[in-house]
């Protein structure tokens, strides 16, 4: 099936969506973004999804364009139209469209774009046999707790992991305090505890981070939500990372440093678990 695309109120062929060169979010990254998929063809936590798109919006002090429980009822029928088993929906929403310059109008519509794809497939392996990752220097901007399209260093970042044949960039503050990867957030396991850096602006407080936590909490799984350093983390039982495309990655090295026995570990299969089959 066709991938598909809505702007402004109109769901068109992907091939055909276009944006017009003076968009902000062409022009500054002047914008904030989402990624919701689907688990049995149904959005899968796309309330909080929406409601973290609201706080990034507030961030940086823009007008939603429409409203959360309709923007939900797009998407809906955006899942519905474009009729894959399981979709991922991308969401952008820029200042609006105007003339460069730094400073905007307070009287702009801001500009709403999505796309409908297949969600994208991963190798099973990866959970299997688990994944290496880099560390790399803490070069982001202060407030990473709002989904903001500019995402250069991420960019950066991801591209050398991958040409080091690693899965994923780990930021380190010189402190030496872990952040998170450029596409998820980080957990590490310790004599059965989970640890994860704080959600407060250094971080985007994932939605899997969040829902992981969640589940273990219900389950019984002690978790402390902390500073955390990269010393410890390299001396960690365990090692995962998260986010809405993958769910859960095993980290079984981190540069030059294994990690636990080199294997993916026991807890983190259980809390793979939490989520619901596809």
């Known amino acids: 099936m066709p991938e598909i695309a809505y702007i402004n109120n109109t769901f068109i062929p992907l091939e055909k969506a276009f944006i017009p060169i003076n968009d902000r979010g062409y022009l500054f990254a002047d914008g904030i973004y989402e990624v919701i998929v689907t688990r049995n063809g149904k959005p899968f936590l796309i309330k909080e999804h929406l409601e973290r798109l609201q706080r990034s919006a507030d961030g940086i002090i823009l007008e939603l364009p429409t409203s959360l429980s309709e923007l939900s009822e797009i998407i809906e029928r955006g899942i519905k139209e474009a009729g894959f088993t399981e979709t991922m929906v991308y969401i952008q929403i820029t200042r ?34 688990g994944v290496a990752i880099i560390t790399v220097p803490e070069i982001r901007w202060s407030r990473c707790d709002i989904k903001s399209i500019a995402l250069l260093p991420n960019i950066m970042m991801k591209q050398r992991a991958v040409e080091k044949g690693c899965q994923e960039a780990l930021f380190v503050t010189e402190e030496g305090l872990i952040r998170e990867a450029t596409t998820g957030n980080i957990f590490f396991i310790k004599d059965k505890i989970l640890y994860t850096p704080p959600a407060d602006q250094h971080i985007l407080n994932g939605i899997t981070r969040a829902y992981i936590l969640q589940q273990a909490a ?44 080199g294997r993916p570990g026991p807890l983190s299969a259980v809390i793979k678990g939490f989520f619901p089959k596809i």
């Open 96 to 129: 609006g469209i105007e003339p460069r310059r730094h400073n905007y109008s307070t009287e702009l519509q801001a500009n709403l774009t999505m796309t409908f794809r297949p969600h994208p497939e991963y190798d099973p392996q990866l959970t299997v046999k």
């Open 218 to 261: 219900l389950h019984g799984i002690e978790q402390v939500e902390r500073e955390c350093t990269l010393q410890e983390t390299l001396k960690a039982d365990e090692v995962f990372i998260t986010s809405s495309t993958v769910d859960l990655l095993p980290v079984i090295k981190i540069d030059d440093s294994t990690i636990g026995n």
